[in-house]
């Protein structure tokens, strides 16, 4: 009986490949009889599947590299900034293991374009050939098995120097080198409670740390070479081909001309960059609802530099961390001491600041006369109770001769919260006019 068992298993485990869960396997059995444990079944069934892949496993020649041949990349999903997520785009060199991670913003071909030129441009050269997945910014289809490149992503392998090959679909293990690099970066980028980063406040601050991870990989030994990745770069590079100067930009869409107010326009709309591209080219395309503008550095290669909301003539869009700081308004004009005795009175604290500002605006009279009064007085009270005062006739609106004297005499004699109503003249009198007897003899 035990050998009908046996034989099921093995069915059950060849017809899976080799995948079948052991308890479905068990399930099988009891449906035709079998008493015996779900533990027994496990140790049955693992035993099959180590038979099966004796017979069926895959026997591969260890793949040695060549300097200067082959470059690997992949994706990784990336951390997510305000809300929105990224995507790591991990490339590697396969003979000396030096890994690059750029953060892209999507999976679009313009983006891969970007992320290609950076990692080649941090190579310091270009291999023959580069291995991916299949992708539809690389394969747009299968025919008999081989994968029909797609036009744009052969223009540009073109432009750098490259071939590009795709591995066998859903075979991650000819590309292992990549998907370790995609592990690598999500293990220590990605915000876990397994290494505890905190989350990303902006799109620079990945990029950061992309370029700390990578200094940090390509200068420990790789257990593999027991050598340095950046010191086995140093011995590829004279196997990479030159760089051509300027990276592809066909797929970055139109060029403008940034003016000195940080501002494109596309399609009559304005759009804002950073203020350190002023009198320099960007590129900006459409994308969906969104406008990508891209800029190309001669020695790092193009980065993505903004990403607006399509607007329209006459509504700019404009991002604020575009622009240094602003200097103070008319209504942000905050108080600067140029002379000894101002300086003392500021020194008070912000109440000091808050009465000034308040004082100058009501048109109080003899201000610097009452500057100098809450100077004496701090001398005798201490500045703590003058600083308070002076808070308390501010909010008041109390600026009248003797109020912060009164004030403070007030705090010293109840030690409570003074509570006071702005000073009132006969424009708030609440006495009835006398109009009404201005017709009375006549």
Known sequence: MEAVFSAKIEELVDRSHGQVRADIAHGKLVAIGYQGSERTTRRWVADAKRRWRRKHGRRTRPWIPEP???????????????????????????????RVIVPLRDKTLPSVVLGLDRALRAFGGCPTYALTDN???????????????????VEVARHYGLTIATCVPADPESKGGSEATVRVAKADLVPTDHNLRPAYRSFGELEAACEALMAEVNTRPHRSTMEAPVIRLGEEHDRLHRLPRL???ICFGETRKVNWQSLISVGGAQYSVPHELVDQRVWARNDGEQLIVVHVDGHLGPREVARHRLTTPGRPSIQDE??????EGALERRPRARTD?????LALGDGAEAWLIKAAAAGAQRVRRKMAEAIDLAKLHGTEQVEEALRTCADAGRFGD??????????QQTGGELILFPALTEEHSLQRSTRSWEGLGR
Not at 135 to 153: K, Y
Not at 402 to 411: E, F, K, M, R, T
């Open 402 to 411: 003797g109020d912060l004297a009164s004030v403070i005499a007030h705090q």
């Open 68 to 98: 200067g041949l082959w470059m690997q990349w992949d994706y990784g999903d990336g951390p997510k900034i305000n809300g929105v997520a990224v995507v790591l785009f991990c490339a590697w060199l396969a003979w000396s293991r030096f």
């Open 247 to 249: 990276p592809h930009t």
């Open 341 to 345: 005795e101002e300086r003392a009175f």
């Open 135 to 153: 992708e539809r910014t690389v394969s747009v289809d299968h025919v008999c098995g081989i994968a029909v490149r797609n036009p744009q992503i």
């Open 322 to 327: 575009h622009y240094p700081p602003r200097p």
